[in-house]
């Protein structure tokens, strides 16, 4: 089955700066990639998600990145600010049917200091 | 907008005991979902339902039941309580398409503690 590895587990950038969060996947049948951020005491929601037929994805300060050959996409956050600190989890999944099973990374817990 | 609710922010419970988590959603969703989360381990699927009345075992069943008796009900159930049941359930609910409508919407969680 599927397995989705995500790095780094914890990050720290300044206020105005980047970050970035790298995911691998194991299953060449996956097409469909969303991440989630988890802000405490709530439930994870989407942010931004791509597919499989494209290799970039941008939506205001978020973009994300797909490399199929390789197998790994990113989660790439310009200009970061506190209200972005939260966790994060990207994931995959086939979706060729509606009990494809979405796979989640273990998180990536983003701290933006002011 | 969706609303995604769980019966219960937080639970302490004894070993041994029934424990019934509720999840009900108001946007008509086919789909729904039971999570744990834990540290270091991601978000890892109990059990859904892709209808009323149909369930499928996730990645750790063992230990659990749901129950769909209505579209917009998904409950977990923890048949004999144990104390590496202590974590963070989540619910989720969907579209049953594989289309453009392919966002889960998450409840806040139901944190459970075993004693």
């Known amino acids: 089955g599927e397995n989705v590895e995500q790095h780094p587990s914890t990050l720290s950038v300044q206020e105005g700066d980047s970050a970035v969060i790298k995911c691998t996947y194991s299953?060449?049948?996956?097409?469909?990639f969303p991440w989630y951020k988890q802000e405490l005491g709530k439930g994870p929601q989407l942010i931004i998600d791509?597919?499989?037929?494209?290799g970039e994805k941008k939506d205001q300060r978020i973009a994300v990145t797909l490399n199929k050959t390789a197998k790994h996409f990113s989660l790439h956050i310009t200009e970061t600010q506190p209200e972005d600190s939260a966790v994060y989890f990207c994931?995959?999944?086939?979706?060729?049917?509606?009990?494809?099973?979405?796979?989640f990374g273990p998180g990536t817990s983003l701290s933006v200091i002011p | 907008d969706v609303k995604v609710t769980q019966s219960s922010r937080y639970l302490v419970k004894r070993t041994g005991e029934k424990v019934f988590l509720e999840c009900v959603q108001d946007?008509?969703?086919?789909?729904m979902f039971w999570y744990r989360q834990d540290p270091g381990l991601g978000l890892r699927l109990i059990y859904f339902?892709?209808?009323?009345?149909?369930?499928e075992k996730g990645d750790i069943p063992e230990g659990y039941s749901v129950s769909r008796e209505k579209k917009e009900r998904f409950s977990l159930i923890l048949e004999s309580a144990s104390t590496n049941q202590t974590s963070m359930y989540l619910c989720?609910?969907?579209?049953?398409?594989?289309?453009?409508?392919?966002?889960?919407?998450f409840g806040p969680g139901t944190r459970l503690t075993v004693l």
């Open positions: 989720a609910s969907k579209f049953s398409s594989s289309g453009r409508d392919n966002e889960q919407f």
């Open positions: 299953d060449s049948a996956s097409n469909y």
């Open positions: 791509i597919r499989s037929n494209v």
């Open positions: 994931a995959a999944t086939p979706f060729r049917t509606s009990y494809d099973k979405v796979i």
């Open positions: 946007m008509d969703h086919e789909n």
């Open positions: 339902s892709y209808d009323v009345k149909m369930k």
